[in-house]
């Protein structure tokens, strides 16, 4: 009963922002990491960021000083704020968190979202 959704993605021009949301539901007794992939058409999906319970990120090359993700643990959220975006960042944008479900010793399992579309062009 483990649910994970993205929100915020759409249509920006090069050089934009954007803000993406990813909220996990359900049935959770801890959460360890949560964070970000994309994938853009014909190619393999890339890790954009993750972070962990304490704050602590780990981002890939092609985003490291534009993108920042932070982190909500209270609401079971976390967010990426996309800046000086580029075309190469065109993509399929899903959220992953990796989760314990409640009751259910050792159920550690990562969980995806639904992806939500990010597209950069003027």
């Known amino acids: 009963q483990v649910q994970v959704v993205e929100s915020g993605g759409g249509l920006v021009q090069p050089g934009g922002s954007l803000r993406l949301s990813c909220k996990a539901s359900?049935?959770?007794?801890?959460?360890?990491?949560m964070g970000w992939y994309r994938q853009a058409p014909g190619k393999q999906r890339d890790l954009v960021g993750t972070?962990?319970?304490?704050?602590?990120?780990n981002y890939g090359d092609s985003v490291k000083g534009r993108f920042t993700i932070s982190r909500d643990n209270a609401k079971n959220m976390v967010y990426l704020q996309m800046s000086s975006l580029k075309p190469e960042d065109t993509a399929v944008y899903y959220c992953?968190?990796?989760?314990?479900?409640?009751?259910?010793?050792?159920?550690?399992?990562?969980?995806w979202g639904q992806g939500t579309q990010v597209t950069v062009s003027s």
């Open positions: 972070m962990n319970p304490f704050g602590a990120t």
């Open positions: 992953s968190a990796d989760i314990r479900a409640r009751l259910i010793p050792n159920s550690w399992s990562i969980y």
């Open positions: 359900g049935s959770i007794f801890n959460i360890r990491d």
